[in-house]
């Protein structure tokens, strides 16, 4: 399969833990990496790899793969962090491809 | 700091041919691939395709048919175009830089890619 799959929604209280999770054949090949985007802005890079995350981003935001699911857990969410969230990898032919994006609300 | 700026037309009519460009300030061009991300309105993000600076490319098989992705190494500038667009094609492009790695500490190594510098996105609108 070349799908990736996302829960299209969650909620969090403020301070307290989210995880979100993507799930996909081809994970099971490859590291997944998790992408932030707020409305009329470009996607930002949250965390890549096993569990690496850019210069700048909180450390609140960390990744884990565990068979065919990469997880993106926001640990004390804050309310700067209500956005969607786009899970990519490769497919099994090569190919990037994204998931359908969790959008995440801080309540 | 590396930044990617991009531009196009961004009012096409149906059958037209998209084309946008995306030029890399402040870093290497010729050691990374370059790619091409869409985004619909109100929908999710779709990958077009990657090249690096010899012209190798590889392009998402729904749109391979009408995509053609070029570079300019003397300007580091990558190119998209699409033809016969249709309103279905309406969108915002992103430019994006590719990264590529491995994960060496398990076995067997795992390898794993990502986005890391993005344009600021051109939105093209197909209408007639």
């Known amino acids: 399969s070349s799908e990736l799959t996302q829960d299209p929604a969650v909620s969090v209280v403020l301070g307290q833990t989210v995880r979100i999770t993507c799930q996909g054949d081809?994970?099971?090949?490859?590291?997944g990496c998790w992408y932030q985007q707020k409305p009329g802005q470009a996607p930002v890079l949250v965390t890549y790899g096993k569990n690496d995350r850019p210069s700048g981003i909180p450390d609140r935001f960390s990744g884990s793969m565990s068979g065919n699911t990469a997880s993106l857990t926001i640990t004390g969410a804050q309310a700067e962090d209500e956005a969607d969230y786009y899970c990519?990898?490769?497919?099994?032919?090569?190919?990037?491809?994204f998931g359908p994006g969790t959008k995440v609300t801080v309540l | 700091q590396v930044q990617l700026q991009q531009w196009g037309a961004g009012l096409l009519k149906p059958s037209e041919t998209l084309s946008l460009t995306c030029a890399v300030y402040?870093?290497?061009?010729?050691?990374?691939?370059w790619t091409w991300i869409r985004q619909p309105p109100g929908k999710g993000l779709e990958s077009i395709g990657e090249?690096?600076?010899?012209?190798?490319?590889t392009y998402n098989p729904s749109l391979k048919s009408r995509v053609t992705m070029s570079v300019d190494t003397s300007k580091n500038q990558f190119s998209l175009k699409l033809t016969s667009v249709t309103a279905a094609d309406t969108a915002v492009y992103y430019c994006?830089?590719?990264?590529?790695?491995?994960?060496?500490?398990?076995?067997?190594?795992?390898?794993?890619?990502?986005?890391?510098?993005w344009g600021r996105g051109t939105l093209v609108t197909v209408s007639s």
């Open positions: 994006a830089r590719v990264r590529g790695k491995w994960d060496v500490a398990v076995v067997p190594a795992v390898p794993y890619w990502y986005f890391d510098v």
């Open positions: 090249i690096n600076h010899s012209g190798t490319t």
């Open positions: 081809s994970l099971r090949r490859y590291y």
């Open positions: 990519n990898s490769r497919d099994n032919s090569g190919h990037y491809v």
């Open positions: 402040g870093g290497s061009f010729s050691d990374y691939y």
